[in-house]
């Protein structure tokens, strides 16, 4: 029988983060989860106290008969990443699973008018987000490649194909896919898998706020809402498919996925794929230039 994985979600105090380190958990995995709220909410949403920190995370996941262990850590300073990847080294002796979700939301994103006319923090998406991403990944792709094994992912969605949030989101969004599908071709003969993946509308601390003051923007789509443990459970099907590699540097759906894979939501629900409304995954042009 196959070890349990051991699995990194960064960003994991609230939000997809949090749902998806409770999905991989529910599977077995022990789960490294890390953030910058480690016992305290401090971020504010619309005037109201932003819930999740690291330890509640931690808690619910042991609650619920998992492993968590939980890191302190602001992936916008590198060395303390490095430092995430040393002791999940020094600890398991190895990684299976790192789900890059970790980002800066900024509170105005969702407000109307132009990109110019917002605050100019909303690009802080592409340091604590896409360049973080990047440092992650690098850092276990080593740890990977000499165990020839492994799955990196992307918390991606279809504001990389449409408009969604305005310039910097998207931004964010393409590079996210960018990056599977570049890490994919390096690590091809490596047995590691780099998967970028679209989630649909996700049931989060965040979204309550947003549809108390904003529920009439995004009723519809809410309706049929994805829990983040969903998604979770959808990446812990990835990375034990033998076959993982055939998909290595696709961006994929994870409502598809989960058909594909027979994972149901809460009640059985089979949450839709957005595909002909908002956009299909971009399908990278097989030319290499070295």
Not at 5 to 21: E, F, M, Q
Not at 29 to 42: C, D, E, L, M, Q
Not at 232 to 241: E, K, P, S, V, Y
Request: hydrophobic share 40%; glycine share 10%.
């Amino acid at each position: 029988m196959d070890k349990p994985k051991v699995a990194l979600v960064t960003g994991a105090s609230r939000g997809a983060g949090k749902g998806i380190a409770l999905g991989l958990a529910a599977e077995a995995a022990t789960v490294y989860i890390t953030g910058r709220s480690k016992s305290k909410a401090s971020a504010t949403l619309r005037g109201e106290i932003l819930r999740g920190t690291l330890d509640e995370t931690a808690e619910a996941i042991r609650a619920a008969g998992g492993n968590a262990i939980s890191i302190e850590c602001d992936h916008s300073d590198d060395a303390q990443t490095k430092a995430v990847f040393d002791r999940i080294a020094d600890e398991q002796g190895r990684l299976d699973i790192l789900v890059n979700n970790a980002a800066v939301i900024h509170e105005n994103l969702i407000d109307p008018g132009g990109f110019w006319e917002k605050p100019l923090e909303l690009v802080d998406i592409l340091d604590v987000g896409l360049r973080t991403a990047y440092v992650a990944s690098y850092h276990a792709a080593k740890m990977m490649v000499r165990q020839q094994s492994g799955l990196i992912t992307f918390t991606s969605s279809f504001g990389s194909a449409c408009y969604m949030h305005g310039p910097a989101y998207g931004a964010q969004k393409v590079g996210y896919d960018k990056l599977a599908a570049d890490m994919g071709v390096d690590l091809e003969n490596e047995g590691v898998a780099a998967i970028s993946l679209w989630l649909g509308p996700q049931l989060t601390e965040r979204t309550e706020i947003v549809l108390r003051h904003r529920g009439e923007q995004y009723d519809d789509f809410m309706a049929s809402a994805e829990t983040p443990e969903f998604n979770g459970r959808i990446i812990h099907a990835l990375a034990a498919d033998p076959a993982i590699m055939e998909k290595s540097g696709q961006t994929l759906v994870t409502a598809e996925v989960a058909v594909e894979y027979g994972v149901t939501d809460r009640g059985g629900l089979q949450p839709p794929s957005y595909r002909e409304q908002l956009g299909e995954p971009r399908i990278p042009h097989p030319a290499r230039v070295i």
